[in-house]
């Protein structure tokens, strides 16, 4: 897959099959989106075309709500485009002064001048342009005076329920991970490197590597301890990871940090990645640290019940 950071650095297509929207978290409702690209693609021996937006338009258009949290850093994505078998990946850099051009200008500009498009798959509720004034109608309407055709992805429902990135959001920053990561299609994740922390855990007799995320912008699911999968290298271990400000010990801070099951390697500074497999149980305050110790035993066995279901 091929990714361009600006609109100059594309190279116009012969046969151009493009979506466009901003694919946070990549769900179940974007994959039927692009497994439709890839059919028409091949179909017509086109090649297959994501725009996206970075930063998200929210944080642009709405800077003064609360910071929106997003499912996917940039690069991860990325990863998940290239996964889903997509050629070309456009990143358009977001600006107020972006926001500020007309849907016939996005529509003679970019889909035509840029990117060479015949044929566009949009979702049923896409917009674009200038206060969202674009849509699915009048794409129909300038299609073929401009040469491409348009093609709307219908409402797509998950056991009649509407897979959204919002609702996505609202099931992680709840702990309902089996909802998340059902609309998904895979389980949630979330990357980072590895700091010092005060080795509290190792005291304990469950020594973990605190995570310092790749990105501030991305959403950490709630409190509470999960059993995840830890990717390290091309290896996966087994885990569980806690996210709290430790109120046993009196914790001011928010901590990320995860027990590797079957790990005893020194992997300070470098990278990992998690991925949330199930809630075991919301954050507690112990009486002290053995009655803590006795609960991440428990919770040890229920991780690994948990990971081998």
């Known amino acids: 897959m091929k990714i361009y950071h600006s609109l100059e650095d594309f190279t116009r297509l012969s046969f ?165 990561n059902h609309f998904l299609g895979r389980p949630y994740l979330l990357s980072g490197r590895i700091v010092k922390g005060d080795k509290l855990g190792r005291v304990l007799g469950f020594p973990t590597a605190n995570i310092d995320l790749d990105s501030h912008d991305k959403l950490v699911p709630a409190e509470g301890i999960y059993a995840v999968t830890v990717l390290y290298g091309h290896i996966e271990y087994g885990g569980m990871l806690y996210i709290g400000n430790r109120p046993t010990v009196d914790g001011s801070r928010r901590s990320i940090e995860v027990n590797i099951f079957d790990f005893e390697k020194d992997i300070y500074g470098e990278t990992i990645q998690v991925s949330f497999q199930k809630l075991l149980r919301s954050d507690s305050k112990f009486e002290d640290l053995e009655s803590l110790k006795r609960q991440l035993e428990k919770d040890k066995v229920a991780a690994l019940k948990a990971l081998s279901e």
Do not use: C
């Not at 694919?23 to 725009?51: M, N, P, T």
């Not at 997003?70 to 991860?76: G, S, V």
């Not at 990325?78 to 007309?102: C, D, M, Y």
């Not at 990135?165 to 089996?178: F, H, M, N, Q």
């Open 16 to 180: 151009g099959v493009v979506t466009s929207g901003t694919f946070d978290g990549v769900h179940l409702g974007h994959q039927k989106i692009l497994q439709r690209v890839r059919e028409i693609a091949s179909k017509h021996g086109g090649e297959s075309v994501v725009i996206t937006f970075w930063p998200h338009p929210r944080l642009i258009l709405r800077p003064e709500e609360p910071a929106l949290k997003l499912l996917n850093t940039f690069e991860e994505k990325a990863e998940l485009l290239r996964k889903h078998g997509v050629q070309h990946l456009l990143r358009i850099p977001f600006t107020k002064e972006f926001s500020q051009i007309s849907s016939m200008e996005f529509i003679t500009q970019i889909l035509v001048e840029t990117m060479g498009t015949k044929k566009l798959v949009i979702g049923y509720d896409h917009r674009f342009g200038k206060n969202r004034e674009g849509s699915f109608e009048q794409l129909k309407l300038n299609g073929p005076t401009y040469g491409f055709e348009v093609e709307e992805i219908p409402r797509q429902d998950v056991d009649h329920v509407g897979v959204s990135s919002t609702k996505i959001r609202k099931a992680l920053e709840s702990g309902d991970i089996d909802t998340a």
